[in-house]
């Protein structure tokens, strides 16, 4: 469970966020819907304790941050670093070994290749691949619709029905409220 309360951020005099008050119980799949710049990516990473806020946030399991993937809209990769690599460092981050992770390949991504040089979807689809391996209890979407084609969309959205049934918190973005229905 995520439990915010009094949640309020600010960029200089521009309030962004709120006293925002919510709760995000495990096993469940929540849609944020809102325009472009209304905030959502914030909300997402002050949770990831990315941003300091005002207000509290609270997890349990606790700290958050070692059992959160986060998927932003736009991943960052080092330049020189293959998909695998990514893969590996990102799992070492949370101490899971991992041997197989070419059969673990769900989006049949070229793993050898530099992922600076992957398209923007092909790196979407590498940075949940790697937040997945990592086990984590609550899995923060920001826009993981856009840019990935339409089977992809269907194997993601497949991904979270089978989290939601494995008691996983679920939180998706978006800026149009098609994408989250039936999700």
Do not use: W
Not at 1 to 26: A, C, H, P, Q, W
Not at 137 to 153: C, T
């Amino acid at each position: 469970m995520i439990t915010i309360r009094n949640l309020s951020k600010k960029y200089g005099t521009n309030e962004v966020l709120k006293n925002i008050n919510m709760e995000f119980d495990k096993g469940k799949v929540y849609g944020i819907v809102g325009e472009n710049g209304a905030g959502k990516t914030t909300l997402f990473r002050c949770i990831a304790d990315l941003e300091a806020y005002e207000g509290k946030i609270g997890s349990s399991p606790t700290p958050i941050k070692n059992h959160l993937g986060l998927l932003l809209t736009e991943p960052f990769f080092f330049q020189k670093i293959t998909g695998k690599e990514y893969i590996q460092l990102l799992c070492n981050a949370r101490k899971i070994k991992l041997s197989d992770i070419e059969d673990r390949n769900i989006f049949d991504l070229p793993l050898n290749q530099y992922a600076s040089t992957y398209s923007t979807g092909m790196k979407k689809k590498l940075a949940l691949t790697a937040i997945l391996l990592q086990a984590n209890d609550f899995f923060i979407l920001d826009e993981p619709f856009n840019g990935v084609d339409i089977q992809s969309n269907i194997i993601l959205t497949e991904i979270i029905h089978k989290l939601k049934a494995l008691d996983r918190t679920v939180i998706i973005s978006s800026h149009i409220n098609q994408t989250l229905i039936n999700r």
